[in-house]
């Protein structure tokens, strides 16, 4: 048996090691799971404690807890643990031999290589400090690689002729973007900007901040040690809660007391609102990409795959701004908290003479997704397509969305689920709907949750929640990633290429397509529940309208009734838009 040799992603937070092996990756597991928090302390008698069972005692006895080390890296000067002092490479060497016994543990052999990877940032004497921490965990540093390098190398292990990618790392520390290219066999780093200080941690802060707030303002300042360690983890909770969810409801209880009255806490924060907090985070990251980009001599348009890394690149909103500057969407099928680890492995076993298969994952080929009121190239549209399980995410998946009802008093609404890429749903493909009934009596903008459950069976179950009563509905569509709804995809593409030829593909609207289509379809029941909440809705704006918009929607709404008596939807669909961009300006 040749000698295996591991791949080994030293992080700031959390590390890991991975295996590659005939064909397969691993991440070995460990009593933490992948990912090993990367903390070193002390316990009370004293014994050495690494990942998780550190980690949890952080707050409370910092003074024998050590965190990301990896700051340290190359510095001279020892840290205090305990009654003792280390190198930032020893305690370093403490992680990397816990990794080390995981890797031995699970394999049933001993191992005594590993590739390690690095920030491409890292001076001689950080890379060097890390070859040393390895020699002393035990293993023979046979190639110390930068991380960017090992996450498009398992990215692109098939990969032939150039290329250029964006690797944009984010983790719970540290934050780095790189240029990365690729010439056949050559993949080399030639930019590389960042902040070692700053990550996901930032942003729990900022939710931990609000926390606090409302607990001064609630009378309670000072709160115990415990307390502010239930508060963090609570912050960060939320946090990863609001990367799939519209909202995120922090309870936590028993934080304090008075009087013998327990002091229970419980704050919801709107993605919305967490998003405007973390903007200017965002904003700090994308100024990097800017420099990194002109380091390079580049311009966006000169980057072919932008590929995601660091567990906080989970955020949507971090997802949508990189897709705005880029205009492709950056590339997350692999999960950014172990690829780095994932790309060190592949590393070692091209080093071991392994012959190397492409890293494969089970992603869901089609976004699927709803329609909204909403604009389509700055066009007011009925049909807007909003996606919610995007194209290439990691299966099984789950996300919701918020919407909102468009008429007060509205009982009624009508889920399309649509699968397909196009920002129009009506040119996606229609996998299924169902109507929410009993909705509560309530004005325009009653929160309504819509959640898309996706398993790797190609089960798809979708679910409207309305979030004042947790009325709930659902459908389970089965077999959404076929074939056949493939060759219906190409069919409808086929259609609308037929009718408006190459060019106008990308901008026809909903009323085009309705009209173009010769065949006159009946109006469907949800159709003209949609219309009367429609009218509804025009009506209880007659007040504030002025003349020429009353005249108008008293017209539209007779033409609305008629359409509906002679079962027109094509016309129906035409009239409800120009209806609803009445409703949509006067509203705005
Ligand atoms: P890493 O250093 O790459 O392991 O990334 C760890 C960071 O990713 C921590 O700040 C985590 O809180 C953050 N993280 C993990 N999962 C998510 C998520 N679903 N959404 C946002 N941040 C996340």
Redesign the pocket.
Known sequence: MTEKILGIDL????SEVALYENGTMTIIEGPDGK?LPSYVGLDDSDNLLVGGPAMNQFVLYPEKTIKSIKRLMGQTSPVPLGESSYLPQEISAMILRHLKNIAETSLGYPVHKAVITVPAFFSDSQRQATREAGQMAGLEVVKIINEPTAATLVYESNHKGAKRVLVYDL??GTFDVSVVELQDDVIEVIASHGNNNL???DF?ALIEKLLMTQIEEDGFSDISRQAQARIRRAA?NA??QL?NQPFALIEEEYLSERDGIPYNLSVELARHEYEEMITPLLDETLDSVHLVLKDAGLTSSGIDEILLV???T??PLLQQRLEKVFGKAPRFELD??LCVAAGAALQAAMISGEEIRAVLVDVTPYTFGTSAIGEIDGEFSLNMFVPVIKKNSPIPVTRSELFYTAADFQHTVEIKVYQGEAKNALENIEVGSFLVEGLSELPSKNEIIAKFSLDSNGILQVSAIEKVTGLEKSITIDNVITDENRDSLDQARDKIRQLFGEEEQENYTAESIETGDSTSKNVGNSRKVQAEALIDKARSLFDTAGDDDREDMIDLIENIDQALVDDNENLLLELMEELSEIIFYMES
């Open positions: 992080g700031t937070t959390n990912m983790g719970g990550g996901g941690d729990d960060e946090k990863k990367s660091g567990g906080s989970r955020t950014p908290d």
